[in-house]
């Protein structure tokens, strides 16, 4: 087949239909309901049907396609190198430059992704193995979408399909896919019978990989195939271990590498730890049954994360000579700017800003930066969409749609209308901030306690075994501890004069040594939920204090070049929100870094809890902040999705994920994402936690 000549006639006869149709038939014949391949082949078959013209998008097989409602004609468009639907409409349709249809990009788009009448129909078809669901065995499939920005409405859909399908050989299972949240709304009334569809989670969620991190590493493959067994050999896990498990567990040490061979959420402590760690991690759901042939458990291996790859790579390499006993990030020390420790008052959130984190801890000093950023506005909050998108100059007019802005994109009308969104929607819980002072206080108040610290020093610096023993004690001795009466008191005052009313309490943690640049902390440090009394609450401020110094986290901080006298802790009282739906979201998107439109949303109901401890399966959805819209990626436990009601807050909390990247951004191309704890009732959103989300690169 020449790959020179990629458009042809809506024409059955034609050679490329042909072509295409033979090797569906001869494929679909061969390898539908089979697991392995005939033993004449040395490897599986995993050629599709349109090898000829395929590329290969997140592992997927597929090929570009475009009809061309006036003329009647069907294009297969040879994909190998993933072109754009405009280069080839420019080039082999229209017969222009396809410079000159960039230049003016944005009106091109609205006239084939947005029209009613428009002239061309946009998508792709992509090639899927799923088990059958009579008998498990494995089924070749098409899907046909469009992109996630088309707004295509029904009767278009309907034709688009059957334009698809007439040129598709009978043999082969066709469906549609619809590409976002509207689409499916438009399609729901059409019988299945007469327009097959499959929802995007609905294949997502059977997905064998799904890559979290990217990345290549060297390292000695450990498997265990449940926690118990996990737990059992948790000692001899080595800092140069690429772990194998079902789901990893929170508490992992830092490894090399991660393998889920179950599906979890790229928003757990877990992995973004390890995106924070910067180490490959990825969902591979058969790896298990691969190893069991493989010999490669407890050998030294290279392993790679692509996401543009099938698979993992996981290949036998040869071990070094030696094995440093020192991690190779402890030559790359995280530095902490050095903290105030002088006395200092218990202060309400709302009094704090971001530059205050040197005396109540990161966490506090964002949530107070959040609360200034309602009450004030911000001049940051436009930076994503005001840099330049090639070839677009910016992105305001996109913004000025998502904020309903009526004519040319002035900057000012679009501040006032951001500032309206979210005085309008968005709130922080009420709370006080202790400072590092109160917990310096409380230490020093104990002889016992300084004594403790002053050997687990010693033991730090000597390297001895006793160190995880000296935490637990010293962690004992915090939480035992009564606290100072002063300081009793002045938690007592801060309440009754900025948290009365409220029936239940968080005391959430607030360090120093967490959401830094190589160092993350997620899950690290704990909070305490439903705190009522005075007592409960001093107990709780104790517990967050005492996680400090717990093994786990001394011993990640020392791999981190974390000095324990460096570190302190901050705790924030707040009020505990009861909402029908929490998550968490990330202004990126975890599996594509190179999407720059998506926000990707976790969502559970009630409780942020189980999304970032990882034990529960929430709702995963993604929302298109440039040109709107949203997709459901997976229902995690769920029986159905959310209703329409729900889905547009949340497209709303995505827009409002965005325009605060831009406030907390370190840096002027305002592309450093953003991870938000939030929680939804009805059209108000509140905002429990923001932080920078360490993406990979």
């Not at 468009?77 to 993933?82: A, P």
């Not at 290549?216 to 737990?231: E, I, M, N, W």
């Not at 002889?447 to 687990?456: F, K």
Request: proline share 6%; net charge negative.
């Amino acid at each position: 087949m020449r790959r020179t000549h990629m458009t042809q006639n809506v024409d059955r006869e034609s050679p490329v239909f042909r072509s295409i149709a033979e090797r569906v038939t001869t494929i679909d014949q061969a390898v539908p309901r089979m697991t392995v391949v005939p033993a004449t082949l040395d490897t599986p078959l995993t050629v599709p049907a349109f090898l000829e013209l395929a590329g290969s998008l997140a592992g997927f097989p597929f090929v570009k396609v475009v009809v061309d409602l006036d003329e009647s004609r069907f294009h297969f468009i040879d994909s190998t190198g993933n072109p754009l639907h405009v280069q080839y409409i420019a080039e082999h349709i229209l017969g222009e430059p396809v410079e000159d249809v960039l230049r003016d990009i944005d009106t091109f788009n609205h006239n084939v992704y947005v029209r009613p009448d428009r002239r061309f129909l946009l998508g792709l078809i992509a090639l899927h193995r799923r088990p059958d669901e009579d008998d498990g065995e494995e089924q070749v499939l098409l899907s046909l979408e469009t992109v996630e920005a088309d707004t295509m409405p029904a009767d278009l859909l309907l034709s688009f399909y059957r334009y698809v399908r007439e040129h598709l050989h009978p043999s082969v299972p066709l469906f549609l896919k619809p590409a976002n949240h509207l689409q499916e709304a438009h399609v729901a009334d059409i019988p299945r019978e007469e327009l097959p569809r499959l929802l995007a989670h609905e294949l997502l969620s059977q997905a064998p990989f799904v890559p979290l991190n990217p990345g290549t590493v060297y390292g000695r493959l450990r498997v265990f195939r449940s926690a118990a067994d996990y737990r059992a050999a948790a000692d001899t896990v080595e800092w140069h271990d690429v772990i194998v498990m079902p789901r990893v567990p929170d508490d992992i040490p830092r490894v090399s590498g991660l393998i889920n061979t179950e599906h979890t959420t790229p928003l757990s402590h877990t992995n973004v730890l390890a995106t924070g760690w910067g180490i490959p991690n990825a969902i591979q759901t058969d790896f298990l049954d691969r190893l069991d042939h493989s010999g490669l458990d407890g050998r030294w291996v290279k392993y790679e994360v692509d996401p543009g790859a099938a698979e993992v790579l996981v290949e036998a390499a040869e071990p070094p000579a030696a094995v440093d006993s020192r991690p190779p990030w402890t030559a790359e020390r995280v530095t902490l700017e050095r903290p105030e420790t002088g006395a200092t008052a218990i202060t309400p959130l709302s009094r704090l800003r971001v530059g205050d984190h040197y005396r109540f801890g990161t966490k506090a000093a964002n949530l107070g930066e959040l609360c200034h950023v309602l009450e004030h506005g911000s001049r940051r909050w436009l930076g994503f969409y005001q840099i330049p998108r090639p070839p677009r100059a910016d992105l305001l007019g996109y913004l000025a749609r998502r904020l309903d802005v009526s004519g040319p994109a002035d900057e000012a009308a679009l501040s006032a209308a951001a500032e309206r969104l979210l005085r309008r929607h968005v709130e922080v819980p009420r709370g006080i901030a202790l400072p590092f002072s109160l917990q310096q206080e409380f230490l020093e108040s104990s002889p016992r306690i300084q004594q403790t610290i002053g050997r687990m020093k010693m033991a730090l610096e000597a390297g001895t075994d006793h160190v995880d023993a000296l935490c637990a004690e010293l962690q004992r001795l915090i939480t035992e501890t009564r606290l100072p009466e002063d300081i009793r008191q002045q938690i007592d005052d801060a309440i009754v004069a900025h948290l009365s009313g409220v029936g239940q309490f968080v005391v959430r943690s607030s360090s120093n040594a967490e959401d830094l640049a190589g160092f993350s902390a997620a899950g690290v440090y704990e909070s305490v939920l439903h705190a009522r009394t005075l007592d409960a609450i001093a107990d709780s401020v104790k517990e967050v204090w005492s996680s400090l110094v717990s093994a786990r986290s001394v011993r990640l901080r020392q791999q981190a070049g974390i000095q324990l006298e460096d570190c302190y802790m901050g705790v924030i009282v707040q009020e505990l929100v009861d909402v029908p739906l929490g998550g968490v979201l990330v202004t990126c998107n975890p599996a594509d870094l190179r999407d720059f439109r998506n926000v990707y949303v976790n969502i559970s109901a009630g409780s942020v809890v189980d999304v970032v401890a990882g034990t529960g399966a929430p709702l995963q959805h993604l929302y298109n902040t440039v040109e709107g819209g949203g997709r459901t990626i997976s229902l995690g436990s769920a029986r159905s999705d959310l209703d329409a009601d729900t889905k547009d807050a949340l497209a709303r909390l995505a827009l409002i994920g965005r325009l605060l990247q831009s406030h907390f951004s370190p840096d002027y191309l305002y592309g450093v994402p953003v991870d938000i704890e939030w929680a939804l009732d009805g059209e108000r959103i509140r905002l429990l936690q923001i932080r920078p989300y360490r993406a990979g690169s």
